[in-house]
């Protein structure tokens, strides 16, 4: 997982010098920070090795497996935020959210998740810290920073909940987004906890 975090990480480094170098003129877009859902498994991968309690990495990985397999399966479906920008940071976005599924397939599949629903439960509070951090970049960032597309001074892009903005109100909005990525993680949680009970595989524990 360390490994896939380097990974990562060069492919981020690369996008940020490509879009500060060469699309944005020298002039930073913070826009395309990178916070979102799909940049978390990029940090969770890189500090693993260094989490010495089994529960946290056990949390961290469940939260790999959920979010990171839902952001890449949904970025890929909707490729909306990369597909435009250049031929290289389109390769990157797909290259990127296939990484996330295979990461959280290979979770899955040695068992280094926490199944059931304590152990889906137990993602929750890391997803409500990271959406903190996001808004706040967003509010010190007015001007161009939407992580996690819950910006208070955007309407959201997502499919959907964009049309549902003008009828319900922007927090509103963002409010069912949310929740709306939390039921999805329960419902790739419960497919990856039905794997689990039966698979012949070993879940370490």
């Known amino acids: 997982m360390f490994a896939c975090g380097l990974v990562l990480l060069g492919c981020e480094i690369y996008k940020q010098l490509f879009l500060y170098f060469i699309f944005f003129d020298r002039q930073y877009d913070w826009w395309y920070f990178p916070?979102?859902?799909?940049s978390l498994p990029m940090y969770l991968c890189l500090i693993?090795?260094?989490?010495?309690?089994?529960?946290?990495?056990?949390?961290?990985?469940?939260?790999?497996?959920?979010?990171?397999?839902?952001g890449g399966i949904?970025?890929?479906?909707?490729?909306d935020g990369?597909?435009?920008?250049?031929?290289?940071?389109?390769?990157?976005?797909?290259?990127?959210h296939l990484?996330?599924?295979?990461?959280?397939?290979?979770?899955?599949?040695?068992?280094?998740?926490?199944p059931g629903l304590k152990g889906w439960l137990r993602t929750l509070p890391l997803f409500a810290v990271c959406c903190l951090a996001a808004t706040a970049i967003n509010v010190l960032a007015p001007d161009q920073a939407d992580m996690f597309y819950?910006?208070?001074?955007?309407?959201?892009?997502?499919?959907?909940?964009?049309?549902?903005?003008?009828?319900?109100?922007?927090?509103?909005?963002?409010l069912l987004y949310l929740a709306t990525v939390c039921a999805g993680s329960g419902i790739i949680h419960g497919?990856?906890?039905?794997?689990h009970f039966y698979s012949k595989s070993p879940i370490r524990r």
């Open 150 to 174: 819950i910006s208070p001074f955007h309407d959201s892009v997502q499919p959907v909940v964009r049309q549902l903005t003008p009828i319900l109100g922007r927090l509103p909005a963002h």
């Open 35 to 38: 916070f979102q859902l799909c």
């Open 99 to 114: 990484i996330l599924i295979l990461a959280g397939l290979f979770i899955c599949q040695t068992g280094l998740s926490d």
């Open 191 to 195: 497919l990856a906890s039905i794997f």
């Open 74 to 79: 949904a970025a890929i479906l909707v490729p």
């Open 48 to 70: 693993l090795p260094f989490v010495h309690r089994n529960t946290v990495r056990r949390v961290i990985c469940t939260f790999i497996q959920d979010f990171g397999i839902l």
């Open 82 to 96: 990369f597909r435009h920008l250049h031929w290289s940071l389109t390769l990157h976005g797909y290259a990127w």
